[in-house]
């Protein structure tokens, strides 16, 4: 079955640049979404289709996908960014990645 | 603006089942899939299944084959999710989600907790 692999945790400076992956065979041929969440709160989507920002997303989120690899790229890390991310695919059924932790130091 | 209300929490024991709602506003139900997703204490997301409405078709994830049943009423906007043979591992918070066409979520429910114990 399909997995897709991601850190458990991803450190950044404050106002540095953090890039989270995740892996899965020849996941550049899937559409990729990316989810933030933060404790106690239900996940909210950050990026769609590898690359598109929802509205009220600031454009410091950023996405690609190419090969074995999906990267949401988070620019000028802000404290408030600190929360867990998640990748996700749809196929023909919907798989989420383990989830990385992001602590902004 | 659309909303995902779902019902409130719930404690069962286990063998039991239990049937969350999830209500719709403020959108069109029908067109968009519903999936359901859940996250144990400390865990990641598990997605157990989803249901277009329109079509009143539902998928599974294998792991939940036979023990879950999602359903939608289109005349009140509302899915329901039904997990059976529940076990103190099913104790999770469980979200419905609006679901595009593409599987990405870009609503989400409140969530509501199930505590399976004895």
């Known amino acids: 079955s399909y997995e897709l692999t991601q850190p458990l945790s991803v450190s950044v400076a404050l106002g540095q640049t953090a890039r989270i992956t995740c892996g899965g065979n020849?996941?550049?041929?899937?559409?990729v979404h990316w989810y933030q969440q933060k404790p106690g709160q239900a996940p909210v989507l950050v990026i769609y289709?590898?690359?598109n920002r929802p509205s009220g997303i600031p454009e410091r989120f950023s996405g690609s996908n190419s090969g074995n690899t999906a990267t949401l790229t988070i620019s000028r890390a802000q404290a408030g960014d600190e929360a867990d991310y998640y990748c996700q695919v749809w196929d023909s059924s919907t798989l989420f990645g383990g989830g990385t932790k992001l602590t902004v130091l | 603006q659309v909303q995902l209300v779902q019902s409130g929490a719930e404690v069962k024991k286990p063998g039991s089942s239990v049937k969350v709602s999830c209500k719709a506003s403020g959108g069109t139900f029908s067109s968009y899939a519903i999936s359901w997703v859940r996250q144990a204490p400390g865990q990641g997301l598990e997605w157990m299944g989803g249901?277009?409405?329109?079509?009143?078709?539902?998928n599974y994830a294998q792991k939940f084959q036979g023990r879950v049943t999602i359903t939608a009423d289109k005349s009140t906007s509302t899915a329901y999710m039904e997990l059976s043979s529940l076990r103190s591992e099913d104790t999770a918070v469980y979200y419905c989600a609006r679901t595009g066409s593409y599987g990405e979520v870009d609503y989400w429910g409140q969530g509501t907790l199930v505590t399976v114990s004895s």
């Open positions: 249901i277009i409405p329109i079509l009143g078709i539902a």
């Open positions: 289709r590898d690359s």
């Open positions: 020849n996941i550049g041929s899937k559409n």
